[in-house]
């Protein structure tokens, strides 16, 4: 079994960097920083922000299926922890980042450097 590499999302360079030449997923230390500038922090926060965040929901990992979508918002940072990659997270009572596993498919905002 081959160890994890927490490193290929990791800024502009990153090996498996998804976004386009310029760009990069932020941290969730600068998703907390947005989420701290919302007027609410949950959903209507999200998409009244300048980022206009939509509620995407996610893609199971268990049966591939989207989930939430229409109810939660979840988004990937390039921020790690032991062996689960951070998200933004949020629905129409809160907004916070956290831990999540990585097999679950969640949507991408990058932003430019």
Do not use: H
Request: aromatic fraction near 10%; charge should be neutral.
């Amino acid at each position: 079994m081959k160890s994890q590499n927490a490193d290929l999302w990791q800024a502009e360079t990153g090996i498996n960097n998804p976004c386009p030449t310029g760009f990069r997923l932020p941290t969730a230390s600068e998703f907390n920083e947005e989420i701290a500038t919302w007027k609410t922090k949950n959903a209507n926060g999200a998409f009244l922000s300048p980022l206009k965040l939509p509620l995407t929901g996610y893609r199971s990992n268990s049966d591939g299926k989207i989930t939430d979508s229409g109810y939660n918002g979840d988004y990937w940072t390039s921020t790690t922890t032991n062996s689960y990659s951070n998200g933004l997270y949020f629905d129409e009572n809160s907004a916070a980042t956290d831990a999540g596993g990585r097999g679950v498919g969640v949507a991408v905002r990058c932003i430019k450097n």
